[in-house]
Each structure stands twice: as C-alpha cells, then as structure tokens.
Nanobody, 124 residues
C-alpha cells in the first residue's frame, strides 16, 4: 500500500511562495488520483485541489484557483503544490491524500491514504 510523506512547509512572509512536496512509496503511485487538503486550528479539513492519475486533469476549489497549482511527477512518485502570494489566512497544516477511485471528489472520507501533514506558517 502506498505511503505518503509531505515536506516543504515552513515560515514564509505574506506575499511569498512555497512549494510543497508529497513523496509516495509502494511503487503504485500512478494508480492513485491525488489531492491536497489543509486544516487550520479549530476548523474542518478543506479541499484544495485534485489531480488525475496521469496528471492530465486537475480540479480546484473555487477559492484556491489562481494562487495554488497542483502537479505530479509519476517518474519520481511525487506530488506537488505550488503556492504563490501567500496570505496569513493560508496558515494551516497541509495534507496530501490518495484516492483509488476515479470519481472527482472533495470529501476527505473518500480518500484512502493520508500523509502526516506539513505546517505552513505565514507572517504579516
């Protein structure tokens, strides 16, 4: 079964950029659709974006379009989230997740495997 490990989080000034990575193990990365979520303290886990198994199709929450970009490199078994023009309200733990299915979904319970998360802190 695939295992996921996020990295790339940290402290960034408002207006800055970060690129998060999610490294997969198990040699079956390309059989999963992948997604990014985030969760701020005291709030529900929030869908950011999803990418198809091949990487040919991407889907974004409306509020995430423009500043965030999801991508994957199946040859490296890695998922990415490019985040630009970061704002204090982007402060959260960011998670990657894997889905064996092909139906587009933003519901956390529909995802089969989760990483441990990486903290993003944005200073003003």
């Amino acid at each position: 079964q695939v295992q996921l490990v996020e990295s790339g989080g940290g402290l960034v000034q408002a207006g800055g950029s970060l690129r998060l990575s999610c490294a997969a193990s198990g040699h079956i990365f390309s059989t999963y659709a992948m997604a990014w979520f985030r969760q701020a303290p005291g709030k529900e886990r929030e869908f950011i974006a999803r990418i198809s198994r091949s990487g040919d199709n991407t889907y974004y929450a409306d509020s995430m379009k423009g500043r965030f970009t999801i991508a994957r490199d199946n040859a490296k078994d890695t998922l990415y989230l490019q985040m630009n023009n970061l704002k204090p309200e982007d402060m959260a733990i960011y998670y990657c997740a894997a889905d064996r299915g092909v139906v587009i979904t933003s519901v956390p319970s529909n995802y089969d495997i989760w990483g441990q998360g990486t903290q993003v802190t944005v200073s003003s």
